[in-house]
């Protein structure tokens, strides 16, 4: 008889008899769900920041020195990677792109922040913020 229909027998045959347990009535997992419920509760709740701009409570996996440190290494592989197509301050793109991004500095009150724009020739149209305020 192949392994798996044997298997599958034998599990059958115990529902069947009444002595298989459905693992959410298994009374050894209690103890594990109830510790792994209160290991993630606490790890939520001692990770939990508040927003400075809009006051909300958020998770934080990581701290602030850390986010500012990966922000710098991605902008790190992108500058390098994009070298070339990275337009000058002087760009009129650089230019107007810079206008709207202080409107929007402006308007969502993040003004007493420093912030990096720097502006790649692409076709296509994008743009994102790295952390450590640097806007691509």
Do not use: C
């Not at 529902?15 to 606490?42: Q, S």
């Amino acid at each position: 008889m192949n392994t798996s229909v044997a298997t599958n027998f034998t599990l059958l045959h115990k529902i069947i008899e009444r002595d298989y347990v459905p693992w959410y009535r298994n009374r050894n997992l209690l103890p594990v769900a109830a510790g792994m419920t209160a290991f993630g509760g606490a790890y939520y709740f001692s990770h939990r920041e508040e927003v400075p701009i809009s006051g909300r409570k958020r998770l934080m996996t990581v701290s602030a020195a850390e986010e500012r440190q990966l922000g710098s290494m991605a902008y790190y592989e992108i500058v390098t990677k994009y070298r070339s197509r990275i337009l000058s301050p002087r760009h009129e793109y650089s230019i107007f792109v810079r206008s709207v991004a202080e409107k929007i500095i402006r308007a969502s009150g993040m003004t007493d922040m420093q912030w990096e724009i720097n502006v790649i020739q692409s076709p296509e149209v994008n743009t994102f913020v790295l952390p450590g305020n640097i806007v691509l």
